[in-house]
């Protein structure tokens, strides 16, 4: 039967085909201005489905309404899900969805470029050049820390994680992983400290959750070496953003990549005015093919729970 989805903003050219094909209604706005929480609250009570992204808040108040009402689904254009309130949806007999696999080898891509980029100084260089400030080439400009050759050290080693580590398998680079639980691989370092300690490009892959927020302090920073460069491509409330820009500021670490924040849109400004800094606005999953096919992987869920099946990019809480 077919169903009223929402979709909270405009998706790749093809990323609704699943919804269309189902025959489903899709609500959307007219432009892609995002839904205020209110607005939220207000259409999850008159929708069977919602197609949303990472920007959108989907806390338990919006549930709610949404189970006040016939909603069924929320399926999020994203791999993390931090936005939305899971246990919330669980209770409420919400099912969620996620894009799982397809935005790996992409999210790895842009990683390894921050890993290149923060290694070799390249955002300062540019900035130079492109303000007049560059007198031409100097042999004590712009010195870097060799990428190949280095030690990666990866926190957390699920897809993306992993995919990382095949790129830097290819720079000939040593890699390391930690992860909450002992993975039983090649590389695999116990304790987060002794990873920092001994790493010289150090790499984030793990979920937002409690566990993880803040999981990169002051303290964490100060066991980097003095040549480190940290990437970050996970969610930003993983590193404690005022205390890696004052490291930052302090020369404690050689440099940092960066593409996601603490509080999206906005960057501390510390951090915008920090020395080595390569900064990017959150465009790890952003190749038109993955973006693509993350928009059709979470219609395809929401279509999958409206049709009484369970999808495979099911989340559980
Ligand atoms: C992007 O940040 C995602 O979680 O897919």
């Not at 799982?100 to 790895?108: C, H, I, Q, R, S």
């Not at 990866?154 to 680079?173: N, T």
């Not at 940092?256 to 999206?264: F, M, S, T």
């Amino acid at each position: 039967m077919p169903a009223r989805v929402l979709v909270t903003r405009r998706l790749p050219e093809g990323g609704l085909d699943p919804l269309v094909d189902e025959g489903h209604e899709v609500v959307q706005r007219a432009d892609d201005t995002p839904y205020t929480h209110e607005e939220l609250v207000e259409l999850a009570a008159t929708v069977d489905g919602v197609v949303c992204l990472l920007t959108d808040r989907i806390d338990e108040e919006v549930l709610r309404a949404g189970a006040s009402g016939t909603l069924r689904v929320v399926a999020n254009v994203a791999v993390g899900y931090d936005n939305v309130d899971v246990a919330a949806a669980g209770r409420l007999g919400v099912s969620v969805c996620n894009t799982p696999g397809v935005l790996d080898e992409t999210t790895a891509d842009l990683a390894f470029l921050l890993v290149l980029a923060a290694s070799r100084l390249a955002s300062e260089a540019e900035r130079d050049l492109r303000s007049g400030a560059w007198g031409g080439w100097g042999v004590t400009q712009y010195l870097g820390h060799d990428v190949h050759g280095a030690t990666l050290g990866l926190v957390g080693y699920g897809r993306i994680g992993k995919a990382v580590a095949r790129r830097a398998a290819g720079f000939g680079m040593q890699v390391l992983h930690h992860a909450r639980h002992p993975t039983d691989m090649p590389g695999y370092v116990e304790s987060l400290d002794d990873l920092l300690a001994v790493s010289d490009v150090v790499s984030l892959h793990v979920p937002l959750s409690d566990a993880t927020t803040h999981l990169i302090g002051a303290r964490e920073l100060a066991l980097l070496r003095p040549h480190a460069v940290l990437v970050n491509t996970a969610r930003g409330p993983v590193v404690d953003e005022e205390a890696l820009a004052a490291a930052l500021h302090a020369g404690a670490l050689l440099a940092a990549g960066l593409d996601v924040y603490e509080h999206e849109p906005e960057v501390h400004p510390l951090l915008l005015s920090a020395p080595r800094a390569v900064l990017l606005p959150h465009i790890g999953s952003a190749s038109r093919a993955t973006r693509t096919q993350m928009a059709r992987m979470a219609c395809q869920g929401a279509c999958t729970v409206l049709a009484g099946r369970r999808p495979e990019n099911l989340v559980t809480a």
